[in-house]
């Protein structure tokens, strides 16, 4: 073998050598760039499970409709067939108990988007007999009574 030959195979081999250098380097770095996005995926995963068997939780805790119309006195009964609730009113309680929408909803035990859209409605409100018995519960309560019943919900007191 000439030594032309032996160095172009030293060359080749050198070449050779450092692009599998460097394609092992950028595999390495994109897997750990993976690695870090899935270990961050994973976390988010298990925290919206933890959120969710949490709801669950809240879920069955809520009582069924039969159940709110039998714990309700005759006279609320009544009232609560009279009452129909309309936005203004929904406004107009938000308003005396000082609380958000948010706030609004947990006491009521129905979503934000509830609240929203029972304010953004036009006219009287057709709601779930469990929704008008809270309403009716929530409108006999004072500004601070409210608060605390707040912190109540927030802290899985209730």
Known sequence: MSTETVQTINFNKVLRDEVMRVCDKEIRQAMNKLRQTCSELKEDVSTLKKKVRALEVTAQR???PAAVRAAMSPED?????????????IKQLREKLEVSQRELGMLLGVSTQAVYLWERAKGKLNLRDRAKAALLEI??????????????IEHGTV
């Not at 009452?83 to 203004?88: F, L, Y």
């Not at 409108?139 to 109540?152: F, N, P, V």
């Open 139 to 152: 409108r006999k309560l004072t500004r601070d009574e409210a608060h605390a019943r707040l912190d109540q």
């Open 62 to 64: 809520a009582p069924s």
């Open 77 to 89: 009964l009544e009232e609560m067939k009279r009452q129909r609730p309309t936005t203004v009113m």
